[in-house]
């Protein structure tokens, strides 16, 4: 796929099913699920130089996805920042991550917190993966679910996209444009490739 196909890719949304009653037809709207790997947002945010990223509005961005489906829950993926003491920076990390918490929480966000292992000086975010995995399979065998959006870029949930569609399930790949996820654009069912504009509309900037 060209570069100058893959800006071409447009939103396309699940149609709404009609269902017959007594009273005539009437729309269903598809059930969806939303998934938020939270470090891969933060960091597209900051490389398209966002910097109030503390304030950005994560319920308008998914509204903004999901407006013609009904959404059942929304889900956002961290690993938990742990510092001592002593480490200032990591300390303020730590309470930036409290305080987006309180806000998730408040939007009636569900959290799942992964761990981060240092190594080198580099932090690693373990567990969240294997969680996202876990949520999209046993959502789709529980039938909670018609669409899930996809917000990560993590290529290491192929196999559960994969088989969820088999399930005959939507998969609707959420990335950037700026830094897609060739793997995730071929084997999703849909993509969404946000831009900087379409960003713009869920950050709040300081006067």
């Known amino acids: ?22 009273r005539g037809f009437y729309m269903v ?24 990223r503390l304030e950005f509005d994560y319920s308008g961005l998914i509204q903004y996805l999901t407006k013609e489906c009904k959404l059942i ?3 956002y993926y961290v690993g938990k920042i742990r510092a001592k003491p002593s480490d200032k920076k990591g300390q303020a990390l730590r309470k930036n991550q409290q305080r987006l918490t309180a806000k998730l929480l408040s939007g009636n966000w569900q959290l799942y917190f992964g761990y981060l292992l240092k190594n080198g000086g580099v932090y ?10 876990m949520d999209i399979l046993v ?55 946000l831009r900087s504009e379409d960003i713009k509309k869920f950050v709040k900037i300081k006067a």
Do not use: C, Q
Request: overall charge positive; glycine content about 4%.
């Open 1 to 22: 796929m060209t570069k100058k196909r893959l800006w071409g890719i447009v939103k396309i949304l699940t149609p709404p099913v009609l269902t017959l009653s007594r």
């Open 29 to 52: 709207k598809n059930k969806a699920i939303v998934l938020i790997d939270g470090s891969n947002l933060f960091h597209r945010l900051k490389e398209l130089k966002f910097k109030n």
């Open 73 to 75: 829950s929304k889900t």
């Open 124 to 133: 690693h975010e373990k567990g969240v993966d294997v969680k996202m995995a």
């Open 139 to 193: 959502g789709a065998y529980e039938n909670k679910y018609d669409v899930v959006y996809l917000i990560s870029s993590d290529t290491d949930l192929l196999p559960v996209i994969e088989k969820v569609r088999s399930m005959e399930k939507k998969v609707v790949y959420v990335g950037f444009s700026h830094k897609p996820s060739y793997a995730l654009i071929k084997n999703s069912s849909e993509t969404i490739l």
